[in-house]
């Protein structure tokens, strides 16, 4: 949704944070994948390749040093990726306030985020069921 905000380097290093947070609850959602997915087209990297996911540390220091505006988009689009499947595991959200701590974001912006995400999911669903109703 914001990505397009990003520069080139954030954009890799969101896709990958984004690839990374999929499997901390030890599974990769089908609902996940198709959320990367149009990540990767959005950032228009398709033919990017994953090169951190084991040093996933300095990808997070990295960011640490973008503008606020940056951290912000990437927590929410975060959010959107963890969510996808309507539920964000007790893994999910340690590594999210952990991220939120580095990234310098108040615990209660980080809430608010994750809150926004959700309300957000919840009108897209709500919009699919009236205009798929018989």
């Known amino acids: 949704m914001y990505l397009s905000e990003l520069n080139i380097g954030e954009k890799k290093n969101f896709l990958e944070l984004a690839k990374f947070s999929m499997g901390l609850d030890g599974e990769q959602k089908t609902e996940e994948q198709e959320v990367y997915q149009s990540f990767v087209q959005e950032c228009g990297l398709t033919e990017y390749e994953l090169k951190k996911q084991d040093n996933i540390q300095s990808v997070i220091k990295v960011l640490s040093k973008s503008k606020n505006k940056s951290k ?63």
Request: negative net charge.
């Open 72 to 134: 912000r988009i990437v927590l929410l689009e975060l959010y959107g990726i963890l969510l996808a499947d309507g539920d964000v595991s007790k893994e999910e959200s340690d590594f999210m306030t952990e991220l939120s701590n580095q990234l310098s974001i108040e615990e209660y912006e980080s809430k608010k985020i994750q809150r926004w995400v959700s309300a957000m999911n919840d009108m897209v669903s709500e919009g699919y069921a009236m205009i798929d109703k018989e």
